[in-house]
T-cell receptor, first 113, second 115 residues
Framework: GDSVTQMEGPVTLSEEAFLTINCTYT??????LFWYVQYPGEGLQLLLK?????DKGSNKGFEATYRKETTSFHLEKGSVQVSDSAVYFC????????????FGAGTILRVKS | ETGVTQSPTHLIKTRGQQVTLRCSSQ?????VSWYQQALGQGPQFIFQ???????GRGNFPPRFSGLQFPNYSSELNVNALELDDSALYLC??????????????FGEGSWLTVV
């Protein structure tokens, strides 16, 4: 079945550092791809999404490009802030069930001031 | 604020007991799905309801069951609780199916501890 693999964390960065969180996927069809963020004590929030190859999703300074040739959807931000500390989940929409999301294990990001 | 509310936020149950978790969808959303998130892991799909009918199920045993009501609110029921059922249970709602490009909105979850 479809699956998502994320880089293991925790990732610890200083404020204003560049962030990359790697995400690769396996899918039989052409899924939509998502990044969700979970702040401490809160539920999941959609950060950005891309629905087809070469699409770039962006939000709050974060961006990710749907790369079909490398089956990747890496999350990047040019300058992180302490407030970005959270758990980041990469996910895809399962190609069999239209509304089922398949998540990676999550990557903890810690930003130090 | 996603407009998806879940209750209770925390609860503790004993092994073998039954539990009901509730979810109120965002207004107008006719699709609700439930996910289990064990500590340190990503959410796992349990099942989905569309217009009051189950139309997708993950790899969970039949003791996990659900309902969707005419107002599109939903319940997740778990019978014969096991220690491994301890997790955060997330409800998510959307308008229609994902392949139509609609966004899924998650609630803050219900923390279940089984002792």
């Amino acid at each position: 079945g479809d699956s998502v693999t994320q880089m293991e964390g925790p990732v610890t960065l200083s404020e204003e550092a560049f962030l990359t969180i790697n995400c690769t996927y396996t899918a039989t069809g052409y899924p939509s791809l998502f990044w969700y963020v979970q702040y401490p004590g809160e539920g999941l929030q959609l950060l950005l999404k891309a629905t087809k190859a070469d699409d770039k999703g962006s939000n709050k300074g974060f961006e990710a490009t749907y790369r079909k040739e490398t089956t990747s959807f890496h999350l990047e931000k040019g300058s992180v802030q302490v407030s970005d500390s959270a758990v980041y989940f990469c996910a895809l929409s399962d190609t069999e069930y239209g509304n089922k999301l398949v998540f990676g294990a999550g990557t903890i990001l810690r930003v130090k001031s | 604020e996603t407009g998806v509310t879940q209750s209770p936020t925390h609860l503790i149950k004993t092994r073998g007991q039954q539990v009901t978790l509730r979810c109120s969808s965002q207004s107008g959303h006719n699709t609700v799905s439930w996910y289990q998130q064990a500590l340190g892991q990503g959410p796992q799909f349990i099942f989905q309801y569309y217009r009051e009918e189950e139309n997708g199920r993950g790899n969970f045993p039949p003791r996990f069951s659900g309902l969707q009501f005419p107002n599109y609110s939903s319940e997740l029921n778990v019978n014969a609780l096991e220690l491994d059922d301890s997790a955060l249970y997330l409800c998510a709602s959307s308008l229609g199916q994902l392949f139509s490009g609609n966004t899924i909105y998650f609630g803050e979850g219900s923390w279940l501890t089984v002792v």
